[in-house]
């Protein structure tokens, strides 16, 4: 099943398609493995298309030059011009003091009374021309920039660079479509806080590696966390930090701006919700400003901020590995799925299931590469966690919550980013990844996962076991029925009306083994032999322990033999 069709995935791409009907922005905020794996395209095209009307702002084309190479080209601010030469009878100023200045404009202002006296306090200029600074260089807008957020926007609008903003707003639009961004193709940030270097990350981005080296014009080498080094060319300084060129600093700047312009723009035309522009932004927390999230939930611009926390369960993953687990019907039509496989089956997609958590690729990894046996798991896990992406230990910071709240809290969001701990079935998981480097907590983390997991297979097929055992045993007892339950009964009967046939039918398999061995119950030696099994199982899974292979086999070949019996 592809990813976009999991029940979890179709959830929320619901609730963002409810949220834009309404009138509302949305902002939805992905893990860096969404994008990288092409799942986060794919649910902003999702969620776009969901409205009768919407405007996919293009990501910037190959042509449009980074941020930095963007300072790097720059027309450098011209230079002032050379003063005239002093004349001859001009003496030097030796002392740095009683030199003349070199702007008229920071001369000192005194507020002398004007007493009819002249006083010459050595300020003059005269005969020697001031040396004025550079024009100030006005900073850059949409217009200047054709590269920028709003300028592509005012493309599809088919509008004027600067009036993108006034064109969704503007009186007598038919339709006020939803605009669409997807924030992690924008160029206008400054360092990656996470790569340390250009921001132009994506899908299968150079920059998370942060491997990517080679050389500028200028001379000089980059490094992956956006360290230049080498010779300078003698270009100037501030062009080369990027002062005065036009470019945006902070990161996602152009999306925050186009958040607050359209909400000041939408209040001030007195949109009512039902006929607004909205925004539809899909996101990583690195392409944002750290603060902007918070500022949106609380209200700016009326957003709704969607977190991808949660958003897949137990069924989604199951759904995922069950091509990879599927075997299909056997040539010629013959059954060779007896219940024993299928237990067995069952109990590996369980276990796969428990341990990744909402990591698919993972899942279906390990999936395809166990074949079911305990004392395989753990090598077949850590091959499976070096040959994919994944966080490292220190990513996760200690969890000191079981319980996991709508979102991942703000010790958590770096974490949560880069894969390191999830939300999974409403608790605090951490990724694999983390625990599964430590022996002695992957042992211990191994054996948690397989004990849920064999609970949540086993314990319906020993409950239906033990239902038709004591149905079995009726006929062959030894003593009335009320005398077995009053002898060998633990806690009171669930219907104390039904008669004491009904009472027998709910001894547990404890009871019943009891009864057998005391001679008031004489089982065939199949269902004794199954009988004894079942209470070692539920023993065992009552104390949170693990069943081994072995066990396990065995009790899958009896429940296939008590199957065929029946």
């Not at 039904?498 to 009472?503: Q, S």
Request: hydrophobic residues 40%; glycine residues 10%.
């Amino acid at each position: 099943m592809p990813p976009g069709e999991l029940p979890g995935v179709r959830a929320r791409v619901r609730a963002v398609a409810a949220d834009l009907a309404a009138g509302r922005n949305c902002l939805w905020l992905v893990t860096d493995a969404l994008v990288d794996s092409g799942l986060a395209e794919e649910l902003y095209g999702e969620a776009l298309r969901s409205g009768p009307a919407h405007v996919d702002v293009p990501a910037p084309g190959p042509e449009a030059p980074s941020p930095r190479a963007r300072a790097a080209d720059a027309e450098p601010v011209p230079r002032p011009a050379d003063p005239a030469p002093r004349p001859a009878d001009d003496p030097p100023w030796d002392d740095p003091d009683d030199r003349p200045w070199d702007d008229t404009d920071d001369l000192p202002f005194l507020d002398l009374p004007d007493d009819g006296f002249d006083l010459d306090l050595g300020w003059s200029v005269q005969d020697r021309p001031p040396r004025l600074p550079a024009p100030r260089r006005a900073s850059d807008g949409p217009r200047h920039d054709p590269y920028g957020l709003l300028a592509r926007l005012a493309k599809e609008l088919s509008a004027e660079p600067d009036g993108a903003v006034a064109a969704l707003v503007a009186p007598g639009r038919d339709r006020r479509p939803v605009v669409g961004v997807r924030a992690w193709t924008e160029r206008d940030g400054g360092p990656d806080p996470d790569t340390g270097g250009d921001t132009r990350t994506g899908a299968g981005a150079e920059a998370r590696t942060g491997a990517r080296t080679g050389t500028e014009a200028g001379g000089g080498a980059r490094t992956g966390t956006g360290a230049r080094t080498g010779t300078d060319t003698g270009a100037d300084p501030r062009a080369e930090a990027g002062a005065g060129a036009g470019v945006t600093h902070a990161r996602g700047a152009a999306v925050e701006r186009l958040f607050r312009s359209l909400a000041a723009a939408v209040k001030e035309a007195g949109l009512p919700p039902g006929e607004r522009p909205r925004l539809l932004v899909v996101a990583r927390l690195r392409d944002l400003p750290e603060t902007l999230p918070d500022e949106l939930r609380h209200g700016l611009g009326d957003t709704a901020v969607h977190w991808w926390w949660g958003a897949l369960g137990r069924h989604d993953t199951a759904a995922a590995i069950a091509p990879v687990l599927d075997r299909g019907p056997a040539p010629g039509g013959r059954d060779r799925d007896p219940p024993g496989e299928r237990i067995r089956r069952a109990v590996r997609a369980e276990t796969v299931v428990e341990i990744c958590g909402p990591d698919l690729e993972l899942a279906r990894h390990l999936a395809a590469e166990w074949d079911g046996t305990q004392h395989t798991l753990g090598a077949v896990l850590g091959r499976s966690l070096a040959t994919l992406p994944g966080p490292a230990p220190a990513d996760c910071p200690p969890l000191r919550r079981i319980g996991a709240l709508a979102r991942p809290g703000a010790e958590l969001r770096r974490a949560w980013a880069r894969g390191a701990v999830v939300s999974w079935e409403g608790l605090l998981r951490p990724h694999p990844a983390v625990w599964h480097p430590a022996a002695a907590d992957a042992r211990a983390r191994l054996a948690t996962h397989l004990s849920q997991a064999q609970q949540r297979v086993l314990s319906p097929w020993i409950e239906e076991a033990r239902q038709r055992l004591a149905v079995r045993a009726l006929g062959h007892l030894n003593r009335p029925a009320a005398a077995v339950v009053a002898d060998h009964a633990d806690r009171p009967a669930a219907h104390p009306g039904g008669g004491p046939e009904r009472a027998f039918l709910e001894l547990q398999v404890g009871e019943l083994l009891r009864a057998h061995i005391s001679g008031a119950l004489a089982l065939p030696p199949d269902d004794a032999r199954l009988l004894r099994l079942l209470v070692r199982a539920r023993n065992v899974l009552a104390h949170r322990s693990v069943l081994d292979d072995r066990t396990l086999d065995d009790l899958c070949a009896e429940l296939a033999g008590a199957d065929l019996r029946a």
